[in-house]
Every structure is written in C-alpha cells, then in structure tokens.
C-alpha cells in the first residue's frame, strides 16, 4: 500500500535532540555578550528537533524510494546504467584528490595532473584520437564542445559553412548541440536496415556541410556498417565526421572511431567507464581530437616537461574554456580507476558481454512483442510495444507495469523512428538469471496486455507514488513546506 513519507517537520517534538554535547571545559560568555541582542532574531527558527534514530530512519526510509544501479536490473536504453564498481568511490575519495584546491600550483599537484595525463592517454588509446580535453561536463557538453572545435577549424581554413547533418535515429542532444553552435540542421533517412540511407545523404553533401554527426552503434544498437564509404564521402567534400561516443560500450576494445574516420568524439565516463549517473551528476564528457583539430581544443592541456607535468594554455586559436578549471575531476579519478582494474583485456571483454546479454534478452524478447529491426544487435535493441497497442497497452504502460516487478523500465518512445519504442540495454554487468528474471515479467506483461489489458494500464500499483503527472511536476513544483498538508 502507498505510504506517505513525513518531512522532518512533521515528524519529532519540542525539546527531542539527536546527539548529547558534554559541557564545556572552558568558560562560556552569556549570549548577550557574545552577539548583540539586535543582531538576533526575535522569532526562535522553527527547525524541526528529532531524535538521531528519527533522523535515520527518515533518510534510510527516503534512500529506498528511488531504484538505482544498487537496488536492481536498470535496462535504460542508450543511457548505459551498468553496476558502478565501490572501488572507484574509495579512490576518488582519497584525500589526496578529494581535498585539492583548483587553484594550487602546479608543483603540488603532480599526482593528479599525472592522472588526466594517464587517462588522456588511455582515452586517446581507446578511441583512435590524438588529444583529449576533460573540461566538458557531460555528453551534450562535450557534443557542444565538438561543434565549436570544428567551427573553429572551418574558420580558420576561411570556410564558413552552415550545416551539420544527422541521422534521424539520432539522440535529440545532437541537434540541439548543433543547433546551440549555430548550425542549421539536415536530417537525414535511416534506410529499411536501419542504417544511415547512403544514398540520400550523399545528395545532402556539398561544401557547405561542415560536418556529420554519427552514433556507432546508432541508437538502434546497429552497427553502421557503411561508415568507410560514410566518412570518406563526408571528407570528399571537405566535412568532418563527429562520433558521438555514448555507445561505446558496445565496441571499446574492438574498433576506434578513429579508425572509422571519425575527427572528433565525446565520450560519456558516466555510461562506458563506470561511474555514476542520473539524478542531475555530476558527469563527464571528455572530447577526443585527430592531429588537425589539436589547435582548436579548449586550455589548458596537460603535459609533461623535464621537471613533470605543467598546465600549457598558449594556443592562440583555442576555442577557450568550456568550463571551470579541469572539468568534473573526481569523475576522471573514477573512470581511471575502473580502466586500470579492467585494463585492455578486460575492456574488451565488457564489450563483448554488453553485446552477448542484448542478444540474448533480443532473441528472447522478440517472440512476445514486435522487433522492427530484426538483425543482429550490439549492447542494445529496441522493441516496439505495437502488438500491445491494438490492445489500447502502450509502451509508457508497459514500463509503469515494470516498476510493479522491481525493475526499472527500459527507454521508451526513443529512438523516435520506432513506434511505441522499448529500448533495451542490459549491459554486461547483469548475469543470466537477470536477464532471464526480466525477460519472464516483460512475457506476463505482454500476456496481461493481451488478457487482462486493464491491469497493466492502470500501473503501478505497489510503487510509494502512482503515475504523476510530469508535467504539473516540472511546472509547479512544491518547494516549500508551509505546514498546510494537500494545499498546492
Ligand atoms: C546519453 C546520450 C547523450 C548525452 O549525454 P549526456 O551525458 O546525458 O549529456 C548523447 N547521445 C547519446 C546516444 C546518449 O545516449
């Protein structure tokens, strides 16, 4: 049964104290000596006084009323929710990262400009390209960052080209970041594989293209198979070719963006290398270049000279900063721990097990809900609930169902060229008795939609809230308390 949780203000009384201070040893002057009477408040502060026992079970009962990566299966398409290894939060919080100042010279600290150079270099290694910068703080940061970087070179060559093409399956940050740079935006088709229709963007290329924005896998999980012809047809007419790296996870290890042609890539650490996300981040997006786009990226860089590491910003056609000091650092000390514990072996083995676990839930799943694109899948697949919705069960009412059975719902109505769209990514962290747990509740519900369809359309019904409405939620949010239970 749903249960309301009380604020801290409903709950406690007058008097009741949740710790027990000895008094002190030295003498105390009596308030009015300390502070003038008209610099205090008239009113007491109505602060709420509980127990410590209170208090805990407030937070500990408020920590259990969200799902996360700790608490189970969270299959969120595209968004990578893979377990986030404790060992990285240890490192992070080793005083010795945790309580640096920004703004302490470089000397002291070597250990930690020594870490964004290592992992530079890894990132570099991973993705194919020459330098990376670590400011941007997330994957649209970084799509933003790419967009000003092959501004930047475009200008520099006197080239001032207008726009930027992207595949329709593609994640609506990509046009939106390309958009914020001051592109205009081409669409182009995905083809009945569900690849980028080859034809149709070779007619949209011509020397006013400053570049292409690719996902590979895209957001079906497919791979783009034409990406040689792709990049190379891009290059012809004098474009770049930007990666957007959040689905990575599918191919580190074995290919490189790099290799495939792309010039610049972001990568999420917040998806591929482990470390936490959701609930507003902190995140990281580091931006990968080739050689020719070196000139352009945000300062300062990282580099090594013969008395260590120094902070180099002379790059007179630096985009400039993208954002305060180095980024979100204690996310870089994360993803470096989690790359020096999995190492390149055990990079590619994640990979390889994202992309057995799809397949498997995929070869699953399809027999009870419809597959649009039935071929062999990377880390991730999408189903469309269309079956379902003859019988008025959509795909946002298969995921409430979901939340009844413990899990967390795949990504719904994304990527927008699949209706009723159900995207699924299992990553390589689940073991098969979860993935065989999952597939059983998605089977009942399909079931259910097909014989009971009001059970699933009217879920959730053992979760602490229902369906709230999102938008009222966003709107007009209740911020404040003013000790008038259900007013608005
Ligand atoms: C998550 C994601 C992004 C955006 O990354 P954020 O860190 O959420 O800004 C871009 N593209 C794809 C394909 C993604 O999955």
């Not at 009384?13 to 008094?23: E, F, H, K, Y």
């Not at 593609?170 to 690849?195: F, Q, V």
């Not at 790099?258 to 996300?277: I, Q, S, Y």
């Amino acid at each position: 049964m749903r249960k309301e949780q009380a604020l801290l203000f409903e709950l406690g009384a007058p008097g009741r104290r949740g710790c027990s201070l000895p008094q002190p040893d030295i003498p105390v002057k009596p308030l009015d000596e300390l502070l003038p009477a008209k610099l205090r408040r008239g009113i007491p502060l109505a602060l709420p006084e509980l127990s410590e026992g209170e208090l805990v079970r407030h937070y500990t009962a408020l920590s259990t009323r969200n799902h996360g990566v700790d608490s189970g299966f969270y299959p969120l398409g595209s968004c990578t929710m893979k377990y986030n290894p404790k060992v990285n939060e240890e490192a992070a919080r080793l005083p010795g990262f945790a309580c640096l100042h920004p703004c302490q010279p470089a000397e002291s600290v070597q250990g930690a400009m020594e870490l964004l150079y290592r992992t530079e270099a890894c990132l570099a290694e991973i993705t194919g390209m020459k330098r990376v910068t670590f400011q941007p703080a997330a994957g649209a940061h970084g799509e933003l960052t790419g967009m000003m970087l092959i501004h930047a070179y475009h200008k520099s060559r006197n080239d001032q080209r207008k726009r930027v093409l992207i595949p329709d399956s593609a994640h609506g940050t990509n046009p939106a970041s390309a958009a914020m740079a001051g592109y205009e935006i081409k669409e182009i088709p995905s083809d009945g594989r569900g690849l980028v229709d080859l034809k149709a963007l070779k007619e949209l290329l011509d020397d006013d293209v400053a570049a292409l924005m690719l996902t590979n896998p895209n957001t079906l999980g497919l791979f783009e198979e034409d990406i040689l012809e792709i990049a190379a047809a891009v290059h012809e007419v004098g474009g770049l070719l930007y990666y957007d790296g959040a689905n990575l996870n599918a191919i580190m290890g074995h290919a490189r963006p790099g290799d495939m042609g792309f010039d610049v890539v972001h990568l999420n650490l917040h998806k591929t290398f482990a470390t936490p996300h959701g609930g507003g981040g902190p995140g990281s997006g580091p931006v990968g270049v080739k050689e020719h786009l070196v000139p352009f990226l945000p300062v300062p860089l990282v580099e090594r000279g013969e008395k260590g590491y120094y902070w180099k910003d002379d790059l007179p056609l630096s985009i400039g900063r993208v954002h305060g000091f180095n980024g979100n650092f204690g996310v870089v000390v994360k993803a470096y721990t989690y790359i020096m514990m999995m190492g390149a072996e055990g990079l590619r083995q994640a990979a390889a097990d994202a992309v057995l676990n799809a397949n498997y839930l995929m070869e699953r799943l399809k027999k009870s809900y419809a597959l649009p694109y039935d071929r062999r899948c990377k880390h991730e697949f999408v189903l469309s609930a269309r079956k379902q919705k003859k019988k008025g069960v959509s795909a946002g009412d298969i995921a409430k169902a979901l939340l009844d059975y413990g899990f967390h719902p795949p990504t719904v109505y994304f990527p927008l060229i699949v209706e009723e769209a159900l995207m699924v990514e299992p990553t390589e962290t689940e073991s098969k008795e979860t993935l065989d747990r999952f597939a059983e509740v998605m089977e009942e519900i399909a079931r259910l939609a097909e014989e009971d369809p009001e059970r699933v359309t009217s879920a959730p019904h053992t979760t602490p809230v229902g369906r709230l409405d999102e938008v009222r939620a966003a709107r007009n949010p209740r911020i404040i308390w003013d000790g008038d239970e259900g007013s608005e």
